[in-house]
């Protein structure tokens, strides 16, 4: 019996013990901010470019879009080599600033980007535009919901759970990379 006291003291123990670490980050190495671009290239839309700077992982500044970058797209199209170039930002998205190329990808071509700027230096990518892939079908199943009602007038229905099921064939012989997004629709009114 005393055995078993001394044993459930000492696990209930445990339960309070912590541990504690503290390290000091002197002399910690700190980086120089590199250029950092955010490109998706999608068929049929105009190419949006975000440029902004590298942070430290201890760095607690802002991420703020860089204004002053030089932004160059080319590609091959036809045999006929293609360049577009937008120089400081001219557009807004989502509280960023962004270069707005306006170029649509089409599926097949390779394309490059290049961003320049005086302060962070030089960064360039190539992305070859896959072929885009059929859609066999998509399913839709809302698993909880409820309505809300503002003054009688208008009743929104909230979706608190939903699944999708999107099927399509995919290339085995390709590397491919996919992001879906898509809405759903209830009597005819889009919900994001």
Request: hydrophobic share 25%; charged share 20%.
């Given at each position: 019996m005393r055995a078993n006291s001394l044993i459930r003291i000492a696990l209930i123990s445990l339960l309070f013990w912590s541990c504690e670490k503290v390290e000091k980050l002197e002399n910690f190495p700190l980086e120089s901010p590199k250029l950092t671009v955010n490109c998706n290239l999608e068929a049929n839309k105009d190419i949006i470019v975000e440029v902004t700077r590298s942070l430290s992982v201890i760095d607690g500044a802002e991420?703020?879009?860089?204004?002053?970058?030089?932004v160059k797209i080319s590609y091959v199209k036809n045999g006929t080599a293609i360049s577009v170039t937008q120089v400081g930002v001219n557009d807004n998205k989502n509280g960023l600033e962004v270069y707005h190329l306006s170029l649509k990808p089409e599926t097949g071509i390779n394309y490059k980007i290049e961003v320049s700027s005086k302060k962070y230096g030089n960064v360039w990518s190539e992305s070859l535009m896959p072929m885009t892939v059929d859609i066999d079908s998509v399913t839709q199943n809302i698993i909880d919901s409820s309505l809300?009602?503002?003054?009688?007038m208008y009743a929104y229905m909230n979706i608190n759970h939903a699944?999708?099921?999107?099927?399509?064939?995919?290339?085995?012989?390709e590397e491919n990379y996919y992001a879906f997004s898509h809405n759903i629709k209830i009597n005819n009114e889009d919900s994001y």
């Open positions: 991420l703020k879009s860089i204004l002053d970058a030089t809300s009602s503002y003054g009688g699944t999708s099921t999107v099927k399509f064939k995919d290339n085995p012989n």
